[in-house]
């Protein structure tokens, strides 16, 4: 019985010799294979679903903008009451682009139509500010803090939504007969006001903000663009009766470069309630127009 066992024993040993080294090298080359195909795919789909996420995302910044500023521009002030409304467009520094009566530019001027609280000029671009800063409530300088220290400039950021406000009043300075400008301007209405003595007459002065906070963003820059077609009234005037805007959305590269590359635009035409004039860069119809 004993030997019978001893038989049996050696038999299940022969039959289980284990695996080869060979056998154990493939077998780890083909989980290898098989773990690198997974890998390719699931990052591509890590990949795929981030880029989708950062696009949708840009989707949402250029309606978000948009709708802002079709909020803004489409009742700006008329023209024809006497209040001097008019649409001004500038290119950075310099006058629009001309081509086949279309102008275009980067930032837009304008009356915005407010009856509480009067007259305003309006500014929007994605230039940033940093330029002082107005309290309208007590009319003296807004401090603000920029990296611990406080002063009275502006710290907002190009390449987001920006708008600047400020209040028009009749220069009465001959040179400017048909300006209006704002009352804290050195050497004209700042004189009566100790508090902007130290602001010169090349110093604008802005109820400046920005329109959209910056969470809403999610690693996305904005360009913007604003075209205007004017005609002919008959009587010597060019109205304009819509803006063409277009907002580019940047997404952010590297940001320690803040290099970016565009992924996507959308335009949209604002008809305006009201006629308005448009105005020449060359003809100096806001102050930040003028130099001292």
Not at 245 to 256: A, L
Request: aromatic content about 10%; glycine content about 6%.
């Amino acid at each position: 019985m004993s030997c019978d066992n001893s038989k049996t024993k050696k038999r299940i040993i022969c039959r289980n010799k284990g695996v080869t080294m060979v056998e154990l090298i493939v077998t780890f080359a083909l989980l290898a294979i098989f773990l690198a195909a997974a890998t390719m795919c699931i990052s591509h789909a890590i990949i795929f679903f981030f880029d989708e996420q950062q696009r949708m995302s840009s989707y949402t910044v250029a309606d978000v903008v948009l709708s802002e500023l079709k909020d803004e521009i489409r009742t700006m002030q008329s023209s024809e009451d006497g209040r001097k409304g008019y649409i001004k467009l500038r290119k950075g520094s310099s006058g629009p682009d001309v081509a086949g009566g279309v102008y275009t530019g980067t930032t837009i001027e304008y009356m915005a139509s407010n009856i509480n609280d009067g007259l305003n000029a309006v500014q929007i671009d994605v230039a940033g500010c940093d330029d002082y800063m107005i309290d309208g409530k007590n009319e003296s300088l807004r401090e603000v803090t920029v990296d611990g220290a406080v002063t009275n400039k502006a710290d907002i950021k190009s390449d987001y939504l920006t708008m600047r406000y400020y209040g028009r009043f009749k220069e009465t300075n001959s040179t400017y007969e048909e300006l209006f400008m704002d009352k804290i301007v050195n050497g004209t209405y700042a004189a009566s006001l100790p508090v902007f003595n130290g602001i010169t007459g090349s110093d604008v002065v802005w109820h400046a903000s920005e329109k959209l906070p910056k969470e809403l963003y999610q690693r996305h820059l904005i360009e913007l663009q604003f075209s205007v077609s004017p005609h002919d009234d008959g009587v010597g005037h060019q109205i304009v009766d819509y803006v063409d805007v277009t907002v580019f959305v940047k997404r952010i590269t590297d940001e320690s470069t803040m290099a970016t590359e565009q992924v996507y635009q959308k335009e949209r035409r604002i008809d305006l309630q009201n006629n308005v004039y448009y105005k020449p860069y060359s003809e100096a119809t806001m102050y930040s127009d003028v130099t001292p």
